[in-house]
């Protein structure tokens, strides 16, 4: 398995708090991505990054920032948490988007639960 | 934009019987395809990917897909089920050129294979 390591696993909050996710990476990929994960939705993405600094927003990225200051760390925050935040957040990271190669592939974390009260 | 489309929801089969898991897209241009798969509480797995030459790919754990270009399709197939196939499986797309190079998935689609 990659080496990617999501903290915390699960997380109960209240409405209106921040909120950090971290996803930790030992496998120098370049490329890191937050999705959420909803019944019925499916996995969306969120943000992502495509180096130190670099980031850019998904399609459902409303009430969501993020940051990277390191290639290993992708941070997460939930300024604000509202209940329609609740969901499953996994962190993937790849290390090519050139298809031809066989490395075009995501490798996803274990998933953060977050439930928001 | 593109989409994918996972008709649906949860498909059963009986152990030893094949199964098929469908996938329709759409994109601009050529289209690179792939399919992961999820465990209870893990995160998705890679299970294979079509991105040029022969319609039918082979991935991991015996699946294969099959590229239908007129029909916008790329099926998730076995030829014959196990009880621990049993999972999520997620199909995802992007275009080959222009535009995002991240995958958009679909909503996915429960397999439950029946001892």
């Known amino acids: 398995d990659a080496g990617i390591t999501q903290s915390p696993r699960h997380k109960v909050t209240e409405t209106g708090t921040p909120v950090t996710l971290r996803c930790h990476q030992t496998?120098?990929?370049?490329?890191m991505y937050w999705y959420r994960q909803d019944p019925g939705h499916g996995l969306r993405l969120i943000h992502y990054s495509y180096g130190v600094k670099d980031t850019d927003k998904g399609e459902v990225s409303d009430g969501y920032s993020v940051s990277r200051s390191k290639t290993e760390d992708f941070l997460l925050t939930l300024e604000s948490a509202t209940s329609s935040q609740t969901s499953v957040y996994f962190c993937a990271i790849s290390e090519s988007t050139m298809a031809l190669t066989s490395n075009e592939k995501l490798f996803f974390g274990s998933g953060t639960q977050l439930s928001v009260l | 934009a593109q989409s994918v489309a996972q008709p649906e929801d949860q498909v059963n089969v009986a152990e030893g019987n094949p199964l098929t898991v469908k996938c329709t897209y759409s994109?601009?241009?050529?289209?690179?395809l792939f399919w992961y798969v999820q465990y209870p509480n893990r995160g998705l797995q890679f299970l294979l990917k079509?991105?040029?030459?022969?319609?039918l790919v082979k991935g991991s754990y015996g699946f294969e897909a099959e590229f239908n270009k007129s029909q916008t399709s790329f099926h998730l197939k076995k030829p014959s089920a196990l009880v621990s196939d049993s999972a999520l499986y997620f199909c995802a797309v992007r275009g080959a050129s222009g535009g995002s190079y991240i995958p958009t998935f679909g909503r996915g689609t429960s397999l439950i294979v029946h001892p």
């Open positions: 994109v601009s241009g050529n289209p690179y």
């Open positions: 496998e120098n990929h370049r490329y």
């Open positions: 079509y991105i040029t030459g022969d319609n």
